[in-house]
């Protein structure tokens, strides 16, 4: 990536004062807050997320060109004011965010590189946070290349699932935060399955909670829950 990237993931759910209210009042507010929701980031996304969970019920994706350390601020800050608007009909749940760096183990751009700023954007997002054992950084460079690059090479047999790492050292409780998005949801769990039985898996400490959302452009995220 030329440029570093903050993705930001903030989960929500919908409070019962949002539910008690008619379904033109619900309307309303759901206009106005994916209208708001657009000062948030450079590139803003909505996402519904229940039934696939049952605690949240949609997530949006924000993403920010974050060359300079002073945007982190000005980001975090707007989204507070914009997002306090909506406190009582929508509940943050959890956020999940990073920054993009270049790989050490894959230098160069992927082909399966995901980007908030492409033009279009597939079904299905999944995305969930990812700490590694302490045993892992003592390990050699030389033996971690070898477990990823074996993790890289079953990830390249699923070209269409495409991924985006974000690095949250000290930022938040995980390490990275990573985030998927396909086409086809049991294609990409057969893509799961199939890293499990890879070697690095045995230093991975937690990749729990796993949020997967459905990609709903504005007018349809309005009608699902209006």
Known sequence: MAERQLNHYSVFAFTEEYWEQDREERREFLTRMV?????????????TIFPARPEVDFMLWSAVIAEQPEV?????????????G???????VNTLWGFTRPSIYAPGKSEQ?????????????????????AEWYLMSKDARQGMMNEHIKVGR?????????????????????????????????DLVNAL????????????????TALYQPAEQFIETWG
């Open 157 to 189: 047999q699923y070209p269409q699932i495409t991924q985006l790492l974000l690095y949250s050292f000290g930022l938040q409780d995980q390490e990275f935060v990573v985030v998927y998005e396909a086409d086809d949801l049991a294609q990409f769990s």
């Open 72 to 84: 982190a601020s000005q980001f975090f800050l707007r989204y507070a004011k914009v997002t306090a």
């Open 35 to 47: 209208e708001e929701a657009r000062e948030l980031g450079e590139r803003v996304y909505t996402y």
């Open 113 to 133: 590189e995901l980007s908030p700023f492409d033009e279009s954007r597939r079904p299905y997002l999944i995305v969930y946070p990812f700490v590694k054992t």
């Open 86 to 92: 909506w406190r009582e009909f929508v509940r943050p």
């Open 196 to 211: 499990r039985a890879t070697q690095a898996r045995v230093y991975t400490l937690r990749d729990t909670p796993i949020y």
